[in-house]
């Protein structure tokens, strides 16, 4: 069953090359992007040169770093960074102080306990007040307008770590993730199954302007918000890409090359677990259902995974990608925070996209 949506119809997705609708691009073009000064709260904000750009200083990061050993690359030394955490999380704390603390600068970690934001001390007077202690804030919030009052305040960009709404951090890991992948992202088709959720609309806000198709399954009453489908739709019909959304986890997953879930409880749902279960049954992603995909599909997950999610033999098996993405966290938050905070320019060629 689909949703009706107004989206010309898809053009074929035979093969990962380039599509003639999406846009040719030059190293000399997105040499030319500067986001230095910019905050990220939300992909949407980001062209489609600017989101390439992004990935192509994560991945020069990470050549530089994993591959050539250069162990100390201090880009970001003298500077600081205040990672605010009203949420726990393993890879974006990691991530972020250790990728901060190799390019020379020094984390500062920000739980509720130290740090009482909007309560103790407002929204406004926190923003304020860090802007003139660090150079960057990183925070992972319940409420995404508490980073758009962040923003609003402060002289410094805001990150969004994770929010109620999107999640934008993840998916440049996940877009980097396939990028190594498979050589190239435009024509792709990935296939969300589970929840409309934050991570859900940040692929929405950013797949179409990286070519790459998206087809999303999701049961009743659990879609993406309508304002993000619209924006959505908006995408596809400009890059040319395909669009699909329905209730049918194999519908969604015929003919696609990623298969993509996330937790179905996030935190701040416990008390739903028990419907949420019996709601999302039949959406356990299996090799059943990657057995009506494209011969080279994948699997993502961000992590933490539930066994009801998708089951081991997917979980573990070659086709999972879910411990590079986990890795691909790091390099594309050092990669988001080198081009927020500098002019940084690539030393790699650039990204097939």
């Known amino acids: 069953m689909f949703w009706p949506l107004p989206v010309p119809p898809p053009v074929a997705v035979t093969s990962v090359a380039a599509s003639p609708l999406v846009g040719c691009i ?36 990470k050549h530089r770093i994993k591959h050539e050993k250069q162990v100390y690359l201090p880009l970001l030394q003298g500077k600081s960074i205040a990672m605010i955490f009203e949420k726990r999380s393993t890879r974006t704390r990691m991530s972020t102080e250790t990728g901060f603390a190799l390019l020379g600068g020094h984390p500062c970690f920000l739980t509720s306990q130290d740090i009482h934001l909007g309560v103790n001390e407002s929204s406004t007077d926190t923003a304020r007040v860090l802007s003139g202690l660090c150079d960057i804030v990183l925070a992972r919030v319940y409420s995404h307008s508490t980073l758009v009052e962040l923003d609003k305040e ?14 934008p951090i993840q998916i440049l890991a996940d877009f980097l993730t396939l990028q190594e992948h498979y050589g190239s992202l435009s024509g792709l088709t990935v296939s969300w199954i589970g929840d409309g959720n934050n991570v859900l609309h940040s692929f929405m806000m950013t797949a179409a302007k990286l070519g790459v198709h998206l087809k999303i399954a999701a049961p009743k009453g659990y879609e993406p918000e309508q304002s993000v489908i619209q924006e959505a739709q908006r995408l596809s019909r400009e890059h040319g890409t395909q669009l699909v959304l329905t209730s049918d986890p194999m519908e969604a997953a015929h003919g696609s090359n990623v298969l993509v879930t996330d937790t179905w409880v996030s935190m701040g749902q416990e008390e739903e677990k028990k419907k949420r279960l019996k709601d999302f049954k039949g959406y356990q992603i299996t090799m059943k259902t990657g057995s009506v995909t494209k011969p080279d599909w994948t699997f993502l997950h961000c992590l933490p995974r539930k066994m009801e999610e998708v089951d081991d033999e997917v979980f573990y098996s070659s086709r999972s990608l879910v411990f590079p993405e986990a890795e691909n966290r790091k390099w594309t938050i050092m990669g988001l925070m080198v081009s927020l905070l500098t002019d940084y320019s690539p030393q790699i060629p650039m990204l097939k996209f």
Do not use: M, Q
């Not at 910019?38 to 020069?60: G, M, P």
């Not at 402060?154 to 999640?167: E, F, K, Q, R």
């Open 26 to 61: 030059s190293a000399a073009s997105l040499g030319s992007v500067s986001l230095k000064g910019r905050s990220c709260l939300t992909l949407k904000d980001f062209s489609s040169d600017e989101i390439k750009r992004l990935l192509w200083v994560s991945a020069d990061l």
């Open 154 to 167: 402060a002289s410094i960009p805001i990150i969004n770590g994770l929010s109620d709404l999107y999640h």
